[in-house]
């Protein structure tokens, strides 16, 4: 299995600014991706993020609102721009550990509140 | 498309009380299928899966059995701990939806001493 580590884990943010999220793996993962998590609910896949090239973005998500860069296999950050308060939510990252299989590890989660 | 159902929350028990959450899936391939669990602030943990038909997971005292004639895949404890107090979520994934994660929309089960 694969360790996952978010930062930071928790942010109070101000209307208009910009919040990037780091997501660290222990180990290579083929495949890596970003999700939303509203306050009582289930979570919704924003994007996955790809080695070296964009991301693949979900209906709903765009790159200028949620910019995504994944430098190598064990890395990536999320960006949260010009906030608002609805994007007060749980950003989370997984990482899928090898190709073919089905099993995704989760970080800890990043608790954005946007005042 | 690909879906998952689960039993609406808040599901409350006493302590040592047998559980079940009900999970239903509807999906056109041949899906892995997953419970996840959350406990009060922190991220998801996987708890189980189970990859093919009749398989069981378990994990911690709980399983839950791959049914394909009933497209289930339902949750069990025999005796629930305060410990066990979360928000558990059902999931399937799917080889043709390139594995995306296809998620319920999650049971909170609170247990009382």
């Known amino acids: 299995s694969a360790v996952i580590s978010q930062k930071p884990s928790r942010d109070i943010c101000q209307r208009g600014t910009s919040l990037t999220i780091q997501c660290q793996v222990d180990?290579?993962?083929?495949?890596m991706f970003w999700y939303r998590q509203q306050p009582g609910q289930s979570l919704t896949l924003i994007a996955t993020a790809n080695q070296g090239s964009e991301a693949t973005y979900e209906s709903g998500f765009v790159i200028d609102k949620f910019p995504i860069s994944r430098p190598n296999l064990t890395f990536s950050t999320l960006t949260v721009s010009n906030m608002s308060p609805e994007d007060s939510s749980i950003y989370l990252c997984s990482g899928k550990d090898r190709a073919f299989t089905d099993t995704q590890y989760f970080g800890p989660g990043t608790r954005l509140t946007v005042l | 498309g690909n879906s998952v159902t689960q039993m609406e929350g808040p599901v409350t028990l006493s302590e040592e009380a047998f559980l079940t959450i009900n999970c239903t899936y509807t999906a056109t391939g041949y899906p892995s299928l997953f419970w996840y669990v959350q406990y009060p602030g922190e991220g998801l943990q996987l708890l189980l899966k189970?990859?093919?038909a009749d398989d069981k997971g378990s994990n911690k005292g709980f399983e839950a059995t791959y049914r394909k004639e009933t497209t289930s895949f339902h949750l069990e404890k025999g005796s629930v701990q305060v410990s066990d107090s979360a928000v558990y979520f059902c999931a399937l994934s799917d080889r043709n939806s390139n594995y995306q994660l296809i998620w319920g929309a999650g049971t909170k089960l609170i247990i009382k001493p």
């Open positions: 180990s290579q993962v083929t495949m």
């Open positions: 189970a990859t093919k």
